[in-house]
């Protein structure tokens, strides 16, 4: 999904839809309007700090100087996207980038490089003490989210749960990542069973 928004309270107003993105891993592209760049730091009307603002409720930003960056900024933002655990990723884009005139062929030549994060191998001993106190618990219960969907767990999940007799409660995005009629999967947490 793509949104595009004005410059300073448009943009402001979206930071409660970036992080509730972040928190449920939603593919989000949000473009957001800014104040020409030559107005940079002079307290322009809607100047705001859109990337700094942003940084902390998305997986990444990007700021936008030059018109032939845009398309391939736009496709690096669609990858971070949806690579690994899917999120955010805002365009900041200044007006006087908006309106200059780009030669095509310019934009074909152009590639933005993109690190990927490589997730750590387990430690096995912390896997060992996890299955230790789960062992232990006089009461285990599982609480899932949407991670288990979108890491493709759902298997693992009901094994671990059928192996250990462990009910399973879910979040709001977890819940169809288990069968609803599991006889371990009590439902949403907080929900009363009658």
Known sequence: MTV?????????NLLT???????????LIAITGQVPTAFFGRDAFQETDIVGATMP???HTFMVRKPEDLVPVYKAA????????PGPVVIDLP?????MEVDPAVIKARTIRITRKIAPEPDPS?????????????RPV??????????????????LAELLGM????????????????????GPRGCTVA
Do not use: F
Request: net charge negative; charged share 15%; glycine share 10%.
């Open 142 to 159: 599982m609480l899932i989210g949407g991670g288990v969907c979108w890491s493709g767990a759902t298997n693992e999940v009901l094994t």
């Open 167 to 186: 009910p399973i409660v879910t979040t709001l995005l977890g819940k169809n990542c288990v069968p609803n009629n599991h006889p371990l999967v009590m």
């Open 4 to 12: 595009v928004v004005t410059s300073g309270p448009g943009a402001t």
């Open 17 to 27: 839809g970036l992080a509730n993105a972040m928190m449920d891993s939603s593919p």
């Open 78 to 85: 669609h990858e971070i996207a949806i690579d690994g655990r």
């Open 95 to 99: 007006r006087d980038v908006q309106l």
């Open 126 to 138: 912390l896997i060992a003490y996890a299955l230790k106190l789960l062992l232990n618990a006089e």
């Open 57 to 59: 409720v998305t997986k």
